[in-house]
């Protein structure tokens, strides 16, 4: 050996190719899995069926005395129904008088206390929308089962059905909350003097 220099030769060890051709197709999969999941979702899901979008009915003026022991005291409120049901107005328009009196009814029994907090407001427009369910849901023969709701300001669970209709006055669901064509009671004008 003519030169002192030793050349030391380190020896790379290589993976063999199965593995990295094991490795690719194993990527190939994932990503794949991954796009068809992201195109087509998660699997058979029930599609939501769109609802129609809500309007609302506008009633009347309602201007009622309120309870008091010592002063008189009134209330002045305007309100809007909120519906899904497009039928809703012609049934409003059709029961007006009913629905106007169990509202006036529910207004008087009320107190000056109870209805400048936003807690009694919040259960004032609760009793309405119960009402109001309860006398839109009921046939011409249960006018007497809402007019006690009304009074009482309670909604039984079910009302008396109607001669022609099968089906309970008014729904309940399996949660318990009554359901009807109307869903909200919104105060669109609210005066206590």
Request: net charge positive; proline share 7%.
């Amino acid at each position: 050996m003519a030169d002192s220099e030793e050349t030391v030769e380190v020896k790379k060890k290589r993976k063999p190719l199965w593995l990295w051709l094991a490795l690719g197709g194993g990527l190939v999969i994932v990503l794949a899995g991954g796009g068809y999941v992201f195109m087509h979702g998660r699997g058979p899901v029930a599609k939501k069926t769109a609802l129609p979008p809500p309007h609302y009915i506008t009633l009347d003026p309602f201007v009622s005395n309120l309870t008091s022991t010592s002063e008189l005291h009134y209330i002045q409120v305007t309100i809007e129904l909120k519906t899904r049901d497009p039928d809703a107005a012609a049934k409003v328009a059709a029961r007006r008088p009913e629905i106007r009196n169990a509202i006036l009814n529910i207004l008087a029994e009320q107190n000056l206390f109870q209805v400048i907090r936003p807690q009694g407001r919040q259960a004032l427009r609760g009793k309405i929308l119960h009402v109001i369910n309860a006398i839109l849901g009921s046939g011409p023969g249960a006018t007497a089962t809402a007019a006690t709701a009304a009074r009482a300001g309670t909604v039984p669970a079910t009302s008396a059905t109607s001669a022609t209709s099968a089906t309970p006055a008014v729904a309940v669901s399996s949660g318990g909350v009554m359901t009807g064509p109307i869903s909200g009671v919104y105060f669109t004008a609210f005066v206590v003097q």
